[in-house]
């Protein structure tokens, strides 16, 4: 159980165009997806927060208008990269948890490699 | 906030040895602290976890530790084997579901 999956694996953009990435609990309800960024041989830099139905909460210095979050249902978050620049080119990872068991526990999707051009 | 840092930053050991790695956290709020294995282009996986009212977890090779008066906590894992080869990262939570990550760990078991 405590399945999550993202789409795309991988996705090459031109710089100025947008991408959206989706991320799926494929067998519970996600009340809360968390978007996380990992530059090469680092750690992950949690980007935003959001709970179903309301507006996620961004981390000091993500800009909220670039990195736009939906979270519109309990097994569906999106992430979408606006006028995407080469300097956004990094591996995208979310994760999420859900509401009953051991629900501070966080189950992260596989990442999507996004590369800008 | 809370600041969580992790030691080696990289690790060798020969096949069959154990292998340490060490985090320590600065909030004393946290009182749930996972370990995720991370290999190359994937997401992390939760090997073990561990919440400040116990003190040793363990299962099968994988083991943790954790000292609250010292802030400390650490995974331990012995027989390694070359699969165990990984990029280990430890987190702590203080339960409002936001984890802070540790820097990682790279293990290379050689053969």
């Known amino acids: 159980g405590a399945v999550v999956s993202q789409h795309p694996s991988r996705v090459i953009c031109k710089s100025g165009t947008s991408v959206k990435i989706e991320c799926r609990s494929l067998?519970?309800?996600?009340?809360?997806m968390f978007w996380y960024r990992q530059f090469p041989k680092k750690s992950l830099m949690l980007m935003a927060t959001?709970?179903?139905?309301?507006?996620?909460?961004?981390e000091q210095g993500v800009e909220k208008d670039k990195f736009l979050i939906n979270h519109a249902s309990l097994t569906l978050s999106t992430l979408t990269v606006t006028s995407a620049h080469p300097e956004d080119s990094s591996f995208y990872i979310c994760?999420?948890?859900?509401?009953?068991?051991?629900?501070?526990?966080?189950?992260f999707g596989p990442g999507t490699r996004l590369t800008v051009t | 906030g809370e600041n969580v840092e992790q030691h080696p930053s990289t690790l060798s050991v020969q096949e069959g040895d154990s292998a340490v790695i060490k985090c320590t956290y600065s909030?004393?709020?946290?009182?749930?602290f996972p370990w995720y294995k991370q290999e190359l282009g994937k997401g992390p996986q939760l090997i073990i976890d561990?919440?400040?009212?116990?003190g040793e977890k363990k299962d099968q090779r994988i083991a943790v530790t954790l000292n609250k008066t010292a802030k400390h906590f650490s995974l331990h894992i012995t027989e390694t084997q070359p699969e165990d080869s990984a990029v280990y990262f430890c987190?702590?939570?203080?339960?409002?579901?936001?984890?802070?990550f540790g820097t990682g760990t790279r293990l290379k078991v050689l053969a």
């Open positions: 909030d004393s709020a946290s009182n749930y």
């Open positions: 987190a702590a939570s203080e339960g409002t579901y936001k984890y802070i």
């Open positions: 994760s999420a948890s859900g509401s009953s068991g051991r629900s501070y526990e966080q189950y």
């Open positions: 959001s709970n179903e139905g309301s507006k996620a909460t961004y």
């Open positions: 067998d519970f309800q996600a009340t809360t």
């Open positions: 561990i919440r400040s009212n116990v």
